[in-house]
């Protein structure tokens, strides 16, 4: 079995902790690669409720683009993933 890609998109909504328990899960899973997307205003709540750093977050991802790149690979309609996940999602953003 190849490599599966999991798109994840990390909001700015309460539950940070979420977020960082996904990945940290996901990383004993070695066929699965995480493609992460973090907003600014992630960032911002997990440093406030995680006390961590973009770097710090970083090391539990496969591949963390930046939120201002949008060449980024999963931009593009052949970026094959076998799906995404929006952690934490407030009911605005659902």
Do not use: W
């Amino acid at each position: 079995m190849g490599v599966k890609r999991l798109l994840i998109g990390v909001t700015g909504a309460s539950g940070a902790p979420l977020a960082v328990e996904l990945l940290r899960q996901l990383k004993n899973i070695p066929e699965v690669e995480t493609h992460v997307m973090l907003s600014n205003c992630g960032e911002l709540t997990l440093a406030h409720e995680e006390k961590m750093t973009r770097r710090d977050f970083a090391a539990l991802c496969t591949h963390l683009y930046d939120n201002e790149d949008y060449g980024a690979a999963p931009a593009s309609g052949s970026f094959e993933t076998m799906g995404m996940v929006i952690i934490p999602c407030s009911m605005k953003t659902l």
